[in-house]
């Protein structure tokens, strides 16, 4: 891969980089955000939304693409 050319990387890091930057960063940096503030229990329910949605996403990757 060179700078200009983007021909080796495939449709799923496409997708996986949109899915992280639009979901699931804010998730998990909610989540220690209120996690941080002692509402823990909020906090911890947004990491484990974050990483659900991760370990969804990285099922359906492996047998879709």
Same mark, same amino acid.
């Given at each position: &891969?060179?700078? +200009?050319?983007?021909?080796? /990387?495939?449709?799923?890091?496409?997708? &996986?980089?949109?899915?992280?930057?639009? /979901? /699931?960063?804010?998730?998990?940096?909610?989540? =220690?955000?209120?996690?941080? !503030?002692?509402?823990?229990?909020?906090? &911890?329910?947004?990491?484990?939304?974050?990483?659900? #949605?991760?370990? #969804?996403? !990285?099922? #359906?990757?492996? =047998? +879709?693409?």
């Amino acid at each position: &891969m060179n700078f +200009w050319g983007t021909a080796d /990387i495939s449709l799923p890091f496409y997708f &996986m980089m949109f899915l992280f930057a639009l /979901i /699931i960063f804010p998730l998990l940096s909610l989540g =220690v955000f209120n996690f941080s !503030q002692a509402k823990r229990k909020k906090g &911890m329910s947004l990491l484990m939304a974050g990483l659900g #949605i991760f370990l #969804i996403f !990285q099922a #359906i990757s492996s =047998v +879709w693409f």
